[in-house]
């Protein structure tokens, strides 16, 4: 089981049409109190933690 926090489950819920890296850092700052460089920085580690957890395949 994986459990998300509330800029996880927003995200995931981003994933549901592809959307690029700076795509989804530019809705979660439309969403949230968050600069645009943290929020790429966050998206980032959010897509790769995925990844790593077989969760997500970039192709």
């Known amino acids: 089981m994986h459990q998300l926090d509330e800029v996880g489950s927003f995200l995931w819920g981003e994933l549901e049409a592809w959307r690029s890296a700076e795509?989804?850092?530019r809705a979660l700052c439309g969403e949230f109190d968050v600069d645009a460089a943290?929020?790429?920085k966050d998206v980032?580690?959010?897509l790769n933690a995925l990844e790593?957890?077989?969760l997500l395949s970039r192709e």
């Open 52 to 54: 790593d957890r077989g």
């Open 23 to 25: 795509n989804l850092a």
């Open 38 to 40: 943290q929020a790429e």
């Open 44 to 46: 980032r580690a959010f």
